[in-house]
């Protein structure tokens, strides 16, 4: 596709089910990129991938996120019994590759609102 | 910790003069910055970088300023026009061999620009 895609564009779920987000990269990029914002913050890194190895994921909170991409292409962020705190925006960003400058350049997706009552 | 801080939540200013929006990081193995703008209801899109080995960057109306000694940088915006209304991410990486670039961003600054 022309850019990134993510759904749903908006989930809405009840405190202890599981959600899973979904992300469509720009086709041929190599990375893939999790983040999570808050109201009046900027962007929080979770994970990524090159190709379809997650390369890090420091910025998983908790061992109830999960991130796959067996393809190399569209990757699922699951959250398992989901809590009140993990209300936010979920953004999705892909980029060529891993290299300086351009290269590394990120095209954010327009996220998926998560609200968990 | 915020290693990228921009500690202007909002910034007004006229059509035509000159907008300049700041940010400070605290992580001296930062080597690359960028700037994102965001409009409601969309996700951040990419609008200039800079590496450590500059420090002024420049495109079109906007330019970004390296002060590596003071780990600061500044977007400028001339002439500021009513469509650069958005809110602006600084965001830094840092040079990890074999690896992607994750981004660290500030908390964004809101920007006005009055007609």
């Known amino acids: 596709g022309a850019g990134v895609s993510q759904s749903p564009r908006y989930k809405v779920t009840k405190r202890g089910q599981d959600v899973a987000l979904r992300c469509d990269p720009i086709?041929?990029?190599?990375?893939l990129y999790w983040y999570r914002q808050a109201l009046g913050q900027g962007p929080e890194f979770l994970t990524y991938?090159?190709?379809?190895?997650?390369q890090d994921k420091s910025g998983l909170p908790n061992d109830r996120f999960s991130a796959e991409r067996p393809e190399g292409s569209i990757s699922t962020l699951t959250i398992q019994r989901t809590e009140q705190r993990d209300s936010a925006m979920y953004r999705c960003?892909?980029?060529?590759?891993w290299g300086r400058g351009r290269y590394n350049e990120q095209f954010f997706g327009p996220g998926t609102r998560l609200t968990v009552l | 910790d915020q290693q990228v801080k921009q500690n202007s939540p909002s910034l007004s200013v006229q059509e035509g003069r000159i907008s300049i929006l700041n940010c400070d990081y605290t992580?001296?193995?930062?080597?690359?910055f960028l700037w994102y703008k965001k409009y409601p209801a969309e996700g951040p899109t990419f609008l200039i970088s800079?590496?450590?080995?500059?420090d002024k960057n420049e495109d079109g109306r906007f330019t970004v300023f390296l002060n590596k000694s003071a780990k600061h940088l500044s977007l400028h915006i001339v002439p500021s026009q009513p469509g650069d209304s958005a809110v602006y991410f600084c965001?830094?990486?840092?040079?990890?061999?074999?690896?992607?670039?994750?981004?660290?961003f500030g908390s964004g600054t809101q920007l006005t620009v009055l007609p």
């Open positions: 991938f090159n190709y379809e190895a997650q």
């Open positions: 086709s041929g990029h190599v990375s």
């Open positions: 992580n001296s193995m930062f080597d690359y």
């Open positions: 960003a892909s980029s060529l590759g």
């Open positions: 800079i590496s450590s080995i500059k």
């Open positions: 965001a830094a990486s840092a040079d990890v061999i074999g690896s992607a670039r994750q981004l660290t």
